[in-house]
T-cell receptor, first 115, second 115 residues
Framework: AQKVTQAQTEISVVEKEDVTLDCVYE???????LFWYKQPPSGELVFLIR??????QNEISGRYSWNFQKSTSSFNFTITASQVVDSAVYFC????????????FGTGTSLTVIP | EAQVTQNPRYLITVTGKKLTVTCSQN?????MSWYRQDPGLGLRQIYY???????DKGDVPEGYKVSRKEKRNFPLILESPSPNQTSLYFC??????????????FGPGTRLTVL
């Protein structure tokens, strides 16, 4: 079974629209970390956020915001007023502390922002 | 400059010819990891290492070997490569924070083709 599910394979939005990328995870560990990474067309992986399982506060960083809900095992990522530079593949990932910090990545969501 | 380096960046080889992809980090990170990225499958962890002389299997370890003799280096060895190991490989490192990890820093990737 997939530990991290990103059901949206591809999304296209018009510039300035808001877009939410979904991430659902599965774990029995009580202590875990969730991450989002961005992979632009150039191919490198860029860290966006790290959130631990005990901190359910939403986080905002400029146009980016994250909504963590343990009740639904979701860690969704919203880009407000999208820009062409946001076009990339976005990965959600899970690390389980008590099982040795093995990492599980989702299959990614490819976001295209149309000018 | 803090970084993770991988060599080579591109490699074309033939079935059965042993190869090593090197990975080195200059951030004194305890944790290092190898991933492969394939279309539609996201990143999958091959092996990871919590510290020197400690390695663990990830989700897809078959056909790969690793070693961690020094903190900064974590080479990936393919003893007898096969075409199904054609992929984009990423090395990553992160700092240990007690039991947890900081964000992972990724290398630039190695594009491997096995004919």
């Amino acid at each position: 079974a997939q530990k991290v599910t990103q059901a949206q394979t591809e999304i296209s939005v018009v510039e300035k629209e808001d877009v939410t990328l979904d991430c659902v995870y599965e774990t029995r560990d009580t202590t875990y970390y969730l991450f989002w990474y961005k992979q632009p067309p150039s191919g490198e992986l860029v860290f966006l956020i790290r959130r631990n399982s005990f901190d359910e506060q939403n986080e905002i960083s400029g146009r980016y915001s994250w909504n963590f809900q343990k009740s639904t095992s979701s860690f969704n990522f919203t880009i407000t007023a999208s820009q062409v530079v946001d076009s990339a593949v976005y990965f959600c990932a899970l690390s389980e502390v008590n099982t040795g910090n093995q990492f599980y990545f989702g299959t990614g969501t490819s976001l295209t922002v149309i000018p | 400059e803090a970084q993770v380096t991988q060599n080579p960046r591109y490699l074309i080889t033939v079935t059965g010819k042993k190869l090593t992809v090197t990975c080195s980090q200059n951030m004194n990170h305890e944790y290092m990891s190898w991933y492969r990225q394939d279309p539609g499958l996201g990143l999958r962890q091959i092996y990871y290492s919590m510290n020197v002389e400690v390695t663990d299997k990830g989700d897809v370890p078959e056909g790969y070997k690793v070693s961690r003799k020094e903190k900064r280096n974590f080479p990936l060895i393919l003893e007898s490569p096969s075409p199904n190991q054609t992929s984009l490989y990423f090395c990553a490192s992160s700092l240990s924070l007690g039991l947890a990890l900081s964000e992972q820093f990724f290398g630039p990737g190695t594009r491997l083709t096995v004919l």
